[in-house]
């Protein structure tokens, strides 16, 4: 049986002199190794994508992350430097590429700044440099240059009882996992559910109160372990699992 294909939106990056459509190879592997599905690319546009056109044609939606972050304009707020940097084709390529997956109820998995896109996708916003706010814990990345060390698996989140998440990752309560982000989700989306904090409060772990189907977005980085890692591997199984549904249903 072929693979069910599912769509992940591309970032701009600079290389070589010239722009180029890019995902990290991490999304990519764990899809297609774990989840069993074939990932297309969708290039980051900042018009005239036909995002209808991508979901005629894919059972599910990964959104990745990024070293960019979410332009402030799109939650209301003026942007600084040091908000940055930004990939506002980025933006307008994932943001109608979520609603679009949530109202045709096309399974949906958001990572690190993917939940912070469907966040502001649907009306919430986010807060910037996170380690600077009172009580909150530094979330970046380690200062290490080996990929491993950045990715290592090192902070426990607490998932609720009950959960989207914790009926996917099959446990609740602490599960430890990596982090990488200076931004989290600010004020929580209305259509959102938060399944998981860290202990000083950031939001890890959100679902779509009002989805069809699997949609749910993670602050943290399971595709990096994603063959290794117990809850990892799960999260991504389920996924899988609802993008073959999804497809068997069509």
Not at 7 to 25: E, G, S, Y
């Amino acid at each position: 049986m072929p693979l069910p294909l599912i769509a992940i939106p591309a970032d701009i990056r600079h290389l070589d002199r010239a722009d180029w459509h890019a995902v990290q190879t991490q999304y990519v592997d764990a899809a297609l190794k774990v989840s069993r599905v074939m990932p297309l690319l969708v290039p980051a546009l900042s018009g005239g994508a036909d995002i209808g056109a991508v979901l005629d044609r894919v059972d599910g939606v990964l959104i990745s992350g990024s070293a960019s972050n979410v332009h402030p304009s799109l939650y209301g707020l003026e942007a600084t430097e040091a908000d940055g940097p930004f990939d506002t084709a980025r933006d307008a390529t994932s943001l109608p590429l979520i609603r679009g997956a949530l109202d045709r109820g096309i399974p949906l998995l958001a990572i690190c700044r993917g939940i912070q896109e469907l966040n502001v996708a649907l009306g919430g916003t986010l807060v910037s440099e996170i380690q600077d706010q009172p009580g909150r814990w530094d979330h970046r990345k380690p200062p290490v240059e080996e990929r491993d060390g950045m990715y290592s698996i090192r902070q426990p989140v607490f998932v609720r009882e009950g959960s989207c998440i914790a009926q996917y990752l099959g446990l609740a309560g602490e599960v430890q996992v990596n982090s990488l982000h200076r931004q989290a989700i600010g004020e929580t989306a209305s259509r959102l559910q938060v399944e998981a904090t860290a202990e000083d409060g950031t939001i890890e772990a959100v679902s779509v109160i009002d989805a069809r189907g699997f949609a749910v977005g993670v602050q943290w980085h399971p595709e990096y372990w994603a063959e290794t890692d117990t809850p990892s591997r799960a999260l991504f199984e389920a996924f899988g699992d609802a993008v073959r549904a999804y497809a068997a249903a069509r």
